[in-house]
């Protein structure tokens, strides 16, 4: 059974950093695509980054471009998310998801799994 189990979520000056990780549990993750998705309140659940876990190729919203960077460490089975220069409008509720596909897909719903979520407030 996956589990996915967020961490790293917190309270943040506009222009800082956080990093973000996901601990996945449970698969062989090879062959999965690994995603960030984040929902803010009263908005639908939009893509953040992916990263295919075999090659490391990686895929990026065009709001978060330059600024954040996915990773994954295979030993650790763990994915990153590293967050610079934020802004007020990256506070959201940020998600860690799986999709066993060898393709990087940008809408939630090809995603199997999902976390628990973690909170990233980013004051102005």
């Known amino acids: 059974q996956v589990q996915l189990v967020e961490s790293g979520g917190g309270l943040v000056q506009a222009g800082g950093s956080l990093r973000l990780s996901c601990a996945a549990s449970?698969?062989?993750?090879?062959?999965?695509?690994m995603g960030w998705f984040r929902q803010a309140p009263g908005k639908e659940r939009e893509f953040v980054a992916a990263?295919?876990?075999?090659?490391?190729?990686?895929h990026y919203a065009d709001s978060v471009k330059g600024r954040f960077t996915i990773s994954r460490d295979s030993a650790k089975n763990t994915v990153y998310l590293q967050m610079n220069s934020l802004k007020p409008e990256d506070t959201a509720v940020y998600y860690c998801?799986?999709?066993?596909?060898?393709?990087?897909?940008?809408?939630?719903?090809?995603?199997?799994?999902w976390g628990q979520g973690t909170q990233v407030t980013v004051s102005s």
């Open positions: 449970g698969r062989t993750f090879s062959r999965y695509i």
């Open positions: 998801a799986a999709d066993y596909s060898n393709v990087i897909d940008i809408t939630p719903g090809p995603y199997d799994h």
């Open positions: 990263i295919k876990w075999s090659t490391s190729v990686t």
